[in-house]
Protein backbone atom coordinates (compact mmCIF):
# COMPACT_ATOMS: atom_id res chain seq x y z
CA UNK A 1 0.00 0.00 0.00
CA UNK A 2 1.65 3.57 -1.13
CA UNK A 3 0.98 6.22 0.65
CA UNK A 4 4.08 8.42 -0.52
CA UNK A 5 3.73 11.94 -0.09
CA UNK A 6 0.43 11.62 1.84
CA UNK A 7 -0.03 13.57 5.51
CA UNK A 8 -1.37 11.37 8.19
CA UNK A 9 -3.04 12.55 11.45
CA UNK A 10 -3.47 9.29 14.17
CA UNK A 11 -5.34 10.53 17.75
CA UNK A 12 -4.12 8.12 20.74
CA UNK A 13 -0.82 7.24 18.45
CA UNK A 14 1.41 7.04 21.25
CA UNK A 15 1.22 3.01 22.17
CA UNK A 16 -1.36 0.36 21.43
CA UNK A 17 -3.13 0.27 18.25
CA UNK A 18 -2.59 3.82 17.39
CA UNK A 19 1.12 3.73 17.54
CA UNK A 20 0.53 0.69 14.88
CA UNK A 21 -1.37 2.19 12.52
CA UNK A 22 1.01 5.51 12.51
CA UNK A 23 3.89 3.16 11.67
CA UNK A 24 1.79 1.03 9.05
CA UNK A 25 1.69 4.57 7.12
CA UNK A 26 4.74 5.74 7.75
CA UNK A 27 5.66 2.09 6.12
CA UNK A 28 3.74 3.02 3.01
CA UNK A 29 5.61 6.59 2.56
CA UNK A 30 3.42 9.06 5.11
CA UNK A 31 4.26 11.74 7.19
CA UNK A 32 2.74 11.64 10.02
CA UNK A 33 1.43 13.87 13.31
CA UNK A 34 1.23 11.76 16.61
CA UNK A 35 -0.91 12.86 19.09
CA UNK A 36 -1.00 12.15 22.46
CA UNK A 37 -2.47 13.56 25.78
CA UNK A 38 -1.41 12.63 28.99
CA UNK A 39 2.12 10.60 28.59
CA UNK A 40 4.34 12.54 26.32
CA UNK A 41 7.27 9.42 26.01
CA UNK A 42 5.29 6.42 24.64
CA UNK A 43 4.86 9.26 21.55
CA UNK A 44 7.75 10.88 21.13
CA UNK A 45 9.40 7.09 20.61
CA UNK A 46 6.14 6.25 18.21
CA UNK A 47 7.86 9.89 16.46
CA UNK A 48 11.17 8.26 16.33
CA UNK A 49 10.53 4.98 14.90
CA UNK A 50 8.39 6.73 12.32
CA UNK A 51 12.02 8.98 11.31
CA UNK A 52 13.60 5.44 11.35
CA UNK A 53 11.45 4.84 8.30
CA UNK A 54 12.41 7.51 6.60
CA UNK A 55 9.21 9.52 7.22
CA UNK A 56 8.53 13.03 9.20
CA UNK A 57 6.61 12.85 12.40
CA UNK A 58 5.39 15.99 14.06
CA UNK A 59 4.36 15.25 18.07
CA UNK A 60 1.12 16.89 19.37
CA UNK A 61 -0.42 16.81 22.65
CA UNK A 62 -3.91 17.56 22.40
CA UNK A 63 -7.44 16.71 24.51
CA UNK A 64 -9.68 15.60 21.85
CA UNK A 65 -12.40 15.25 24.17
CA UNK A 66 -12.43 19.35 23.97
CA UNK A 67 -12.71 21.95 21.03
CA UNK A 68 -9.66 23.77 21.76
CA UNK A 69 -7.84 20.46 21.26
CA UNK A 70 -9.37 19.30 18.49
CA UNK A 71 -8.08 22.69 16.79
CA UNK A 72 -4.82 22.86 17.98
CA UNK A 73 -4.03 18.80 16.90
CA UNK A 74 -5.48 20.00 13.11
CA UNK A 75 -3.86 23.12 13.20
CA UNK A 76 -0.45 21.55 14.10
CA UNK A 77 -0.94 19.40 11.52
CA UNK A 78 -1.55 21.86 8.84
CA UNK A 79 1.87 23.63 10.32
CA UNK A 80 3.96 21.10 10.12
CA UNK A 81 3.18 19.43 6.71
CA UNK A 82 1.35 22.22 5.07
CA UNK A 83 -2.57 19.82 4.73
CA UNK A 84 -4.09 16.37 5.54
CA UNK A 85 -5.29 13.72 3.31
CA UNK A 86 -6.00 10.84 6.42
CA UNK A 87 -7.50 11.22 9.49
CA UNK A 88 -7.50 8.16 11.70
CA UNK A 89 -9.58 8.50 15.32
CA UNK A 90 -8.37 6.11 17.51
CA UNK A 91 -7.63 7.47 20.67
CA UNK A 92 -10.56 6.33 23.64
CA UNK A 93 -11.17 6.45 27.14
CA UNK A 94 -14.22 5.28 29.53
CA UNK A 95 -15.16 4.56 32.68
CA UNK A 96 -15.42 0.82 32.88
CA UNK A 97 -18.43 0.87 35.46
CA UNK A 98 -21.70 -1.13 35.92
CA UNK A 99 -24.62 0.68 35.09
CA UNK A 100 -25.74 1.65 38.40
CA UNK A 101 -22.35 3.15 38.87
CA UNK A 102 -22.23 5.01 36.53
CA UNK A 103 -22.20 8.95 36.67
CA UNK A 104 -22.99 11.76 34.59
CA UNK A 105 -19.33 13.34 34.81
CA UNK A 106 -18.18 9.63 33.21
CA UNK A 107 -20.48 9.66 30.28
CA UNK A 108 -20.03 13.28 29.15
CA UNK A 109 -15.81 12.27 29.22
CA UNK A 110 -16.28 9.43 27.69
CA UNK A 111 -18.76 10.49 24.87
CA UNK A 112 -16.61 13.76 24.47
CA UNK A 113 -13.36 11.89 23.64
CA UNK A 114 -14.89 9.24 21.80
CA UNK A 115 -17.47 10.12 19.97
CA UNK A 116 -18.08 14.31 19.77
CA UNK A 117 -14.56 14.11 18.47
CA UNK A 118 -14.72 12.02 15.90
CA UNK A 119 -17.48 14.82 13.98
CA UNK A 120 -15.80 17.79 14.89
CA UNK A 121 -12.16 16.21 14.44
CA UNK A 122 -13.91 15.84 10.85
CA UNK A 123 -14.97 19.07 10.46
CA UNK A 124 -11.91 20.49 10.85
CA UNK A 125 -9.69 17.81 8.45
CA UNK A 126 -12.48 18.17 5.75
CA UNK A 127 -10.97 21.40 4.39
CA UNK A 128 -7.52 20.52 4.38
CA UNK A 129 -8.27 17.35 2.18
CA UNK A 130 -10.53 19.19 -0.34
CA UNK A 131 -7.47 21.45 -1.00
CA UNK A 132 -5.50 18.19 -1.49
CA UNK A 133 -8.40 16.51 -3.67
CA UNK A 134 -9.61 14.13 -0.99
CA UNK A 135 -9.05 12.47 1.86
CA UNK A 136 -9.83 9.28 3.77
CA UNK A 137 -10.81 9.01 7.87
CA UNK A 138 -11.40 6.22 9.76
CA UNK A 139 -12.63 5.81 13.16
CA UNK A 140 -11.90 2.97 15.51
CA UNK A 141 -15.18 1.24 17.20
CA UNK A 142 -15.30 -2.14 19.19
CA UNK A 143 -17.61 -4.94 19.58
CA UNK A 144 -19.18 -3.35 22.94
CA UNK A 145 -21.40 -1.17 20.19
CA UNK A 146 -23.67 -4.00 19.41
CA UNK A 147 -22.58 -6.35 21.75
CA UNK A 148 -23.08 -6.21 25.51
CA UNK A 149 -19.37 -6.95 27.69
CA UNK A 150 -18.63 -6.46 31.29
CA UNK A 151 -19.00 -2.60 32.76
CA UNK A 152 -18.59 -1.31 28.76
CA UNK A 153 -22.15 1.04 28.76
CA UNK A 154 -20.97 4.01 28.32
CA UNK A 155 -18.36 2.86 25.77
CA UNK A 156 -20.20 0.91 24.19
CA UNK A 157 -22.71 3.95 23.66
CA UNK A 158 -20.20 5.90 22.68
CA UNK A 159 -18.70 3.64 19.87
CA UNK A 160 -21.87 2.97 18.50
CA UNK A 161 -22.14 7.17 18.34
CA UNK A 162 -18.85 6.73 16.54
CA UNK A 163 -20.59 3.98 13.86
CA UNK A 164 -23.97 6.36 13.59
CA UNK A 165 -21.68 9.78 12.89
CA UNK A 166 -19.34 7.81 10.40
CA UNK A 167 -22.13 6.80 8.28
CA UNK A 168 -23.54 10.50 7.96
CA UNK A 169 -19.74 11.65 7.34
CA UNK A 170 -19.22 9.03 4.31
CA UNK A 171 -22.74 10.28 2.87
CA UNK A 172 -22.13 14.27 3.63
CA UNK A 173 -18.16 14.15 2.84
CA UNK A 174 -18.34 12.28 -0.35
CA UNK A 175 -18.76 15.38 -2.64
CA UNK A 176 -15.76 16.59 -1.56
CA UNK A 177 -13.69 12.90 -2.53
CA UNK A 178 -13.36 11.96 1.14
CA UNK A 179 -13.98 8.51 2.07
CA UNK A 180 -14.84 7.44 5.84
CA UNK A 181 -15.41 4.39 7.23
CA UNK A 182 -15.07 2.30 10.75
CA UNK A 183 -13.57 -0.85 12.07
CA UNK A 184 -14.70 -2.71 14.88
CA UNK A 185 -11.93 -4.15 16.51
CA UNK A 186 -12.84 -7.42 18.28
CA UNK A 187 -10.33 -8.65 21.77
CA UNK A 188 -7.00 -7.33 21.30
CA UNK A 189 -3.95 -7.73 23.31
CA UNK A 190 -2.92 -4.32 24.36
CA UNK A 191 -2.84 -2.28 27.64
CA UNK A 192 -6.40 -1.11 27.54
CA UNK A 193 -7.57 -4.42 28.18
CA UNK A 194 -6.12 -4.46 31.58
CA UNK A 195 -9.29 -2.16 32.41
CA UNK A 196 -11.73 -5.05 32.32
CA UNK A 197 -12.09 -6.76 35.60
CA UNK A 198 -12.84 -9.82 33.42
CA UNK A 199 -9.27 -10.27 31.85
CA UNK A 200 -6.89 -9.61 34.97
CA UNK A 201 -6.13 -13.62 33.94
CA UNK A 202 -3.88 -14.55 31.50
CA UNK A 203 -6.01 -17.23 31.22
CA UNK A 204 -8.37 -14.68 29.48
CA UNK A 205 -6.49 -13.92 26.29
CA UNK A 206 -5.79 -17.95 25.79
CA UNK A 207 -9.59 -17.86 26.28
CA UNK A 208 -10.42 -15.61 23.42
CA UNK A 209 -8.03 -17.26 21.40
CA UNK A 210 -9.61 -20.95 21.61
CA UNK A 211 -12.44 -19.68 21.27
CA UNK A 212 -11.61 -17.35 17.68
CA UNK A 213 -12.05 -19.13 14.44
CA UNK A 214 -8.50 -18.34 13.42
CA UNK A 215 -7.15 -19.32 15.78
CA UNK A 216 -5.28 -16.44 17.85
CA UNK A 217 -6.50 -12.73 18.88
CA UNK A 218 -6.56 -9.86 16.91
CA UNK A 219 -2.92 -7.78 17.18
CA UNK A 220 -2.29 -4.01 16.32
CA UNK A 221 -0.63 -4.70 13.08
CA UNK A 222 -3.97 -6.52 12.28
CA UNK A 223 -6.07 -3.79 12.72
CA UNK A 224 -3.55 -1.63 11.76
CA UNK A 225 -3.50 -3.04 8.02
CA UNK A 226 -7.54 -3.25 7.62
CA UNK A 227 -7.49 0.77 8.66
CA UNK A 228 -4.70 1.21 5.82
CA UNK A 229 -6.38 -0.50 3.32
CA UNK A 230 -9.66 1.57 3.57
CA UNK A 231 -7.28 4.88 3.01
CA UNK A 232 -6.35 3.17 -0.61
CA UNK A 233 -8.25 3.47 -3.81
CA UNK A 234 -8.74 -0.32 -4.06
CA UNK A 235 -11.45 0.92 -1.07
CA UNK A 236 -12.80 3.86 -2.70
CA UNK A 237 -16.13 1.85 -2.77
CA UNK A 238 -16.73 1.07 0.96
CA UNK A 239 -18.53 4.05 2.16
CA UNK A 240 -19.61 4.24 5.79
CA UNK A 241 -19.16 0.84 6.77
CA UNK A 242 -18.28 -0.98 10.11
CA UNK A 243 -15.90 -3.49 9.36
CA UNK A 244 -15.30 -6.00 11.88
CA UNK A 245 -11.72 -7.30 12.59
CA UNK A 246 -11.95 -10.13 15.05
CA UNK A 247 -11.17 -12.92 13.75
CA UNK A 248 -14.51 -14.28 13.56
CA UNK A 249 -15.00 -14.52 17.41
CA UNK A 250 -18.68 -13.03 17.87
CA UNK A 251 -19.31 -15.49 14.66
CA UNK A 252 -19.71 -18.20 17.15
CA UNK A 253 -21.39 -15.76 20.18
Not at 10 to 33: M, N, P
Not at 102 to 125: D, V
Amino acid sequence: MDFTNKIAVITGSGRGIGREIALRFARGGADVVVNFFRNRAPAEDTAAEVEKLGRKAAVVKADVGVPDGIDRLIGEAEKAFGGLDILICNAASGYNRPVMEQRIKGWNWTLNINARSALFLAQKAAPLMEERGGGCIVSISSLGSIRVLPDYVVVGASKAAIEAVTRYLAVELAPKNIVVNCVSVGIVGTDALKHFRSSKDDNVLLSAAERTPAGRIVTPQDVANVVAFLCTPAAEMIRGQTIVVDGGYTLLV
